[in-house]
């Protein structure tokens, strides 16, 4: 392991314009974009739809040409070095797109042969073992449920044993008990000395598998830091009560202690970080302040609260994270 580089991917200054055409203008998906994966990782890329993750994802693939700034794989250069950087990828890719006639095995087999591997190095069996496909081994692909050509597509990308394994959008669509079924696949290769980078547009995805998450917007990171710390700083809950009477305006025992505003005459809305603060408290507290609680409702951060307040907080501290331009013409 002496020889492997301590950078599993690097990525300086990418940017990516695709070319318009007669009906659409050209299209800029990835603004200087600097990203480094450490080896080893579970690196999580998260974002919106439209948000640039499987361009940056097919450049490295070397399925779409950048515009400009450079990309290394397992240390070679995707453009100088392209056949060294592709055998160190592989890339499971957000459609599924195989040959339905095929069984697994062919697939395995057919795919071992476009990387050049001899017949007596191939590990078709074993691999499908590992993705829990070995009794589909002779079936047709497409008589496969949707969870399964998922997890061949992983087989087919570990077929040339990569030292990186790159998973676009794996489980959107998929249902809750396959999803689970594929983390904990691919937490295992991930145990087993495979760097992993995964895109998703599901914060709870990235937060329970990934060690450290990028968020790209609008082809821009803008952020980029270990799970835990980018989760304190989403450390923000909303709590909602209705109450029991009509008020006239917040009562002073509750706004001196808590950031809460009235929604109408018997709706107030608390915001609160939970790490600091439990529910349980601001109920009592409404108690102590002479009101009767009729129901209540939270409501996590999503992904687009993460937005905010990353953007905000580069409004705050007048530096770093742009939001979106002007010019963007798409909804995320
Ligand atoms: P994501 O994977 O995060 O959903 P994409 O990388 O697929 O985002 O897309 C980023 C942006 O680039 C989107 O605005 C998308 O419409 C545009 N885009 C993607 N592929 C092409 C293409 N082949 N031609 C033109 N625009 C494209
Ligand atoms: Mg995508």
Sequence with gaps: MENDPALAIEVVGLEKTYAGSKNSPPKTALRNVDLTVERGAFFGLLGPNGAGKSTLINILAGLVTKTAGEARIWGHDIERDMRAARRSIGIVPQEINFDPFFTPWEMLDVQAGLYGIEKKHRRSDEILEAVGLAGKRDAYSRSLSGGMKRRLLVAKAMVHSPKILVLDEPTAGVDVELRRQLWRQVRKLNDDGVTILLTTHYLEEAEELCDKIAIINHGQVIACEPTEQLMQRMDSKALRV???????????????????????????????????????????????????????????????????????????????????????????
Excluded at 258 to 282: C, D, H
Excluded at 291 to 307: M, N, P, Q
Excluded at 314 to 322: N, R, T, V
């Design 242 to 332: 209705v109450v029991d009477r009509d008020l006239d305006g917040v009562p002073e025992a509750l706004s001196r202690d808590y950031v809460v505003e009235q929604r109408s005459e018997r709706v107030l809305l608390f915001s609160y970080a939970p790490s600091r603060v439990g529910a349980g408290e601001i109920l009592t507290a409404i108690g102590a302040a002479g009101l009767g609680v009729v129901d209540v409702s939270t409501r996590e951060a999503e992904l687009e609260d993460v937005f905010l307040s990353l953007t905000s907080d580069a409004d705050e501290s007048g530096a770093g994270a742009p939001g979106p331009t002007a010019t963007d013409d798409h909804a995320a």
